[in-house]
């Protein structure tokens, strides 16, 4: 019976185990990798909801409606204002981890229509984030 062996030696048992561990470490880093993308994907969409709605709430006031008001005049250079910044600030009830700014430029980009910009900002593993909207409007201004 020489030359002929059956089983396995330690270094190859070794080696199997060495490439199954790596295998299956880089499983888990991509299932991590999965879940952030997972809950960065949730946030953007609760975001574009909440700035979708207020859209839908902005598009159907009149004109003349103080919600559609420029009130620290700065027209179209404040468009992307956030916060205290922005024209206007609401906190959606709904989303308490969610803030929704919209700044209005009024006679931008032509006489009789004002822009409007609904963006939606949070802060996520420290970095804050944010989608925007954009509609015209025809105004009274």
């Known amino acids: 019976m020489s030359g002929s062996r059956q089983g396995f030696t330690l270094i190859e048992v070794l ?5 199954f561990t790596i295998g299956v470490l880089a ?3 991509l299932q991590g990798t999965g879940l952030r993308a997972a809950a960065q994907a949730k946030a953007l969409n609760e975001g574009q909801s ?6 839908e709430q902005l598009m159907a006031l009149p004109g003349d409606h103080p ?14 204002d956030t916060g205290e910044e922005a024209d206007h600030l ?9 803030k929704l700014s919209w700044n209005i430029a009024a006679g931008w980009p032509r006489p009789g229509v004002a822009t409007v910009r609904v963006i939606a900002h949070w802060s996520e593993r420290g970095q804050d984030r944010r989608t925007a909207l954009e509609f015209e409007k025809n105004s009274l201004f």
């Open 90 to 98: 609401v906190i959606p009830q709904d989303q308490e981890r969610i």
């Open 15 to 19: 080696f199997a185990l060495t490439v």
């Open 67 to 80: 919600h559609l008001s420029d009130r620290d005049g700065d027209g179209a250079a404040g468009l992307m």
């Open 50 to 55: 909440a700035a979708r709605t207020m859209v």
């Open 27 to 29: 499983v888990a880093a």
